[in-house]
């Protein structure tokens, strides 16, 4: 059985997200507060965080930041906030969807669903037993794509899960042009939810990480009008 945790302090939201959730076939534990979610994530073993924006004690920016890249699991924001420049923030930090309050329990059950479908997806794709074969060297980065680590000149690099996905599935189809929308189907595979335009900031935290000059990539290509392609 999955299981996940709800970070919201909202009870009554809580507890109606942990109904539908677990009518669906879920395990789910809630907390109300940042510390205490922060906590129980680190302490435990979940699926899937839903984590609400505006918590006591530490945001859930906060928590997302601090958590991404120990916790390898989808992160789903909840958030009352509707301003663009919020979602740009949490997908920048490796949130994986941004859910808009008021929202059906249904919409929520099919997108927890749908992020654990694809994480499963991801996780055959990438098996664990590192091989030789599953490592791509270009020009002094190394993608080592059983292990899911990055090094750029030797130096080893921690990327998101997605940003992991992003840059494993460019590398893998070298001078190739993708539009932010194929992208978006390809390493999200979740075409009916979520926002492209995230492929784009995934694609700016990417080359602040891998680049020394990100305004000049020598990896990941900017194709005006077109999309991205991965420069061999």
């Not at 940042?34 to 906590?39: A, M, R």
């Not at 794509?145 to 080893?156: C, G, K, L, P, Y």
């Not at 929308?181 to 009916?192: H, N, S, T």
Request: include cysteine.
């Amino acid at each position: 059985m999955k299981k996940i945790l709800i970070i919201e302090d909202d009870l009554s939201i809580a507890e109606l997200q942990k109904d539908y959730l677990e009518v669906a076939g879920f395990s789910v534990d809630i907390c109300t507060d940042g510390e205490s979610g922060l906590k129980s994530l680190m302490d435990n073993d979940y699926d899937l965080l839903l984590l609400d924006l505006m918590l006591p004690g530490r945001d859930g920016l906060e928590i997302l930041g601090q958590i991404r890249d120990e916790k390898d699991i989808p992160v789903l924001l909840v958030s009352a906030k509707k301003e663009e420049i919020d979602k740009i923030k949490g997908f920048s930090l490796g949130a994986d969807d941004y859910i808009t309050k008021p929202f059906s329990p249904g919409e929520l059950v099919a997108r927890v669903k749908a992020h654990l479908q694809n994480y499963e997806r991801l996780k055959q794709k990438f098996p664990k037993n590192d091989r030789p074969q599953n490592e791509l060297t270009i020009r002094g980065l190394k993608i080592q794509s059983a292990s899911r680590r990055v090094f750029i000149n030797q130096r080893e690099v921690f990327l998101a899960q997605k940003e992991f996905d992003l840059l494993h599935y460019l590398a893998e189809n070298p001078n190739r042009v993708f539009s932010r929308d194929e992208l978006f189907e390809r390493v999200w595979g979740l075409e009916a939810l979520g926002d492209s335009a995230t492929v784009t900031v995934h694609i700016a935290r990417i080359r602040e990480k891998i680049e020394s000059d990100p305004a000049n990539p020598q990896y990941i290509e900017t194709v005006w009008g077109a999309g991205y392609r991965f420069r061999i």
